[in-house]
């Protein structure tokens, strides 16, 4: 069967005038459906308020007080940090790999753990995705590729020569353009994105369906320029763009980064334009096949290419909190405890209001019985001319500590209805200090929720961005890279050569990062199974065999993590490497440890004729080592020589080993045979 020439992915395909008239249907349809969204991203929008404790119109009461309870915010804040940390292990082992033979690709696996820290998903990504979920009801992220480059200044040394002798080499300023290519992750608020059908399960099925995902986009003016250099825009439509921006966003359009720019106190008075970014499947040719499409509004296409990765597969990557049947988005968590939290609002500033009369004592008098009521003014040392029996002082009732019990009420059933039990919050009040079995019953009850809700992240949207950084490696990245392997570090990786499919079928990937969490939690029930199996006869398990060194390494590696576990309990090198690659690893700053097999001599010769190029001190390092090997295997073969002429170290062949004596003890002390005699219970010692 003849292979299909693989297509221009540059090519533009909106100048044909089949595609453009199914481009115009597309846009219709996606005006409508964010038209039909709206009053969910007003909603969002209020979630929103609740997170940036910020008063709006929903509130009932009108008073002087304008305070707001932080109860949501915090209970939200809690739940970042625990689905955070259950996330991201102390190992820093993060992707799992799910193959069909015991080979596993660890400079992959390394290699992609390099990118989920380069991308730094656990300080931006994943915090903001916990907040946007719980207020959103919807995780989504946006996986692309970032190429960027630097220009990097750094000292070489250059070698000299002069008439035809070697000399010292010289320090010279060398300034290389470095490239920086690495997955880019973006996280999309929920009135962004809008899915068609909006009963999809999710966006490979909306897309299959003959649906489309859209992308509410901002461009300035300089993204606008950077987007027609680079092709993805038609140079005459983006120039027309560029004319009519505008500094008012569409009408019924929701803007979330403003709005939250605005909580954080920046106000954002830059100019953009409001546009499209739609994936859907198209006729070209005579395939469907997926594409990108841009549009700057009616009757306004942009661009349209074909998807420019090769997995065909949309960047975007979006689950709902809570999964509804036959809808596509979820329920944000906040809605059901919004009213609660303007209720706790409420209270509270009606209880502010009257804080300040329960602060300043009513005085009761009889003026009939009082006529200088007008001279009785408080000050120090006053003296009232009054009968004290007609004049009482009373106090205004603290009506401000019951709303706060009332609030508190409110509180906790917040925390109830979100998730968070007081193991979550680090300085939760409470009215008495919980017992052992309460601790332990709400730790469980943590885990139990924790992991529930952490699925859904690991399952629907780390599992498929850890996937798509394989897929974007194998297509972007042309050059070898060196990556960090924990345990055996300091090989250089190369790129491997892994076809599109066997990423599909010999190698699949997976987020580790929970599982891993869960392995630790559980390390105790682990070591009572593994007493219990260790003790099993060999005869009962036929064609089985033990291994423990996979168990043992993941808890040293859960206990101590993985920079400290790599030298406590580490694999032993069973062959020699070639020095020439050593020095190919030491030149880069990687430290190399000798082996027993190496020849010393042979390895010191090859590492001196590359100790100029030393920068790091590695190769300077890994010789001496290579002497004190090398000297204590002579110090060895002279104990050896000694001991096989008679000179002590061991016994002779064939002769029987003697009892040892008792060491000795200190002056005046008891011989052990004489132990009974003193009093001892121990028996004698056996002759």
Request: hydrophobic content about 40%; some cysteine; aromatic content about 6%.
């Amino acid at each position: 069967m003849a292979k299909k020439r693989p297509p221009d992915r540059n090519a533009e395909l909106s100048t044909k005038s089949a595609i453009r008239d199914k481009l115009l249907d597309i846009y219709k349809d996606v005006e409508k459906g964010y038209g039909e969204q709206r009053d969910r991203s007003d909603k969002i929008m209020d979630y929103w308020d609740l997170y940036n404790c910020k008063l709006n119109d929903n509130q009932f009461y009108e008073g002087n007080s304008k305070i707001y309870v932080p109860f949501v915010a915090d209970a939200v804040d809690a739940r970042k940090t625990r689905f955070t940390n259950q996330i991201f292990p102390q190992t820093g082992r993060y992707v799992e790999v799910i193959t069909g033979d015991e080979t596993l690709p660890q400079a992959t696996m390394a290699l992609l753990e390099g990118y989920v820290r380069r991308a730094r998903i656990q300080t931006d990504v994943m915090p903001a995705l916990c907040v946007n979920g719980d207020c959103e009801g919807q995780y989504t992220i946006y996986v692309g590729w970032k190429k960027s480059s630097r220009m990097v200044t750094m000292r070489d040394q250059v070698p000299l020569e002069k008439a035809g002798e070697a000399m010292e080499p010289v320090d010279d300023i060398v300034t290389r353009d470095e490239a920086d290519d690495r997955p880019d992750v973006e996280v999309i608020h929920d009135a962004d994105v809008l899915v068609l059908p909006v009963t999809a399960t999710n966006v490979d099925d909306a897309i299959e369906k003959g649906g489309s995902v859209t992308l509410l986009r901002r461009w300035t003016k300089a993204m606008i320029k950077q987007m027609i250099e680079d092709g993805d825009f038609v140079e005459s439509e983006g120039e027309a763009l560029l004319e009519e921006m505008s500094k008012q966003a569409a009408d019924g359009i929701q803007n979330p980064p403003k709005e939250l720019a605005d909580a954080a106190g920046i106000k954002d008075k830059g100019s953009f334009a409001l546009g499209y970014e739609t994936w859907s499947r198209l006729k070209v040719g005579d395939d469907w096949r997926l594409c990108r499409i841009y549009y700057g509004g009616e009757k306004r296409i942009l661009g349209c290419k074909l998807c420019p990765y090769w997995c065909e597969l949309a960047p975007l990557i979006s689950v709902p909190v809570r999964k509804q049947a036959a809808v596509f988005k979820g329920i944000p968590p906040a809605d059901r405890v919004h009213d609660l939290q303007i209720f706790a609002n409420d209270t509270i500033m009606e209880g502010a209001d009257t804080a300040h009369f329960s602060a300043m004592p009513i005085v009761m008098t009889d003026p009939e019985k009082n006529p200088r009521v007008g001279t009785m003014v408080l000050g120090l040392a006053a003296v009232w001319e009054t009968n004290p029996q007609d004049t009482q002082f009373v106090e205004f009732p603290a009506l401000w500590k019951d709303a706060w019990d009332r609030a508190s009420s409110v509180r906790d059933q917040i925390f109830q209805t979100l998730g968070v039990n007081p193991s979550m919050i680090p300085s939760m009040p409470g009215d008495k200090k919980p017992n052992q079995a309460q601790v332990a019953q709400q730790q469980q009850v943590d885990i139990l929720t924790t992991s529930d809700a952490v699925t859904v992240l690991s399952e629907g949207i780390l599992t498929p961005m850890i996937q798509r950084f394989a897929f974007y490696d194998h297509q972007f990245r042309d050059a070898a890279t060196t990556v960090m392997i924990y345990g055996e570090m300091g090989e250089e990786a190369m790129m491997e050569e892994v076809e599109p499919l066997q990423l599909n079928r010999r190698w699949e990937f997976k987020w580790w990062g929970v599982e891993a969490a869960r392995n630790a939690a559980a390390q105790q029930q682990q070591m009572s199974v593994l007493n219990v199996i260790k003790e099993i006869p060999p005869n009962l398990y036929e064609g089985y065999e033990l291994r423990m060194a996979p168990v043992i390494t993941g808890m040293v590696e859960s206990a101590f993590g993985a920079r400290l576990a790599r030298q406590i309990f580490r694999k032993k090198r069973v062959i020699s490497l070639d020095p020439e690659l050593e020095n190919m690893m030491m030149l880069h700053g990687h430290r190399v440890q000798v082996h027993e097999a190496d020849d010393d001599q042979q390895h010191i010769q090859v590492h001196m004729s590359a100790a100029e190029q030393d920068h790091h001190g590695t190769i300077r390092e890994h010789v001496a080592m290579h002497v004190q090997q090398m000297q204590h295997k002579e110090m060895m073969q002279q104990q050896a020589a000694m001991g096989g002429q008679g000179g002590g170290g061991g016994p002779q062949p064939g002769a029987a080993v003697g009892n040892k004596h008792a060491p000795k003890g200190p002056a005046g002390s008891i011989h052990p045979d004489q132990m009974p005699a003193a009093g001892a219970t121990t028996m004698p010692r056996k002759m």
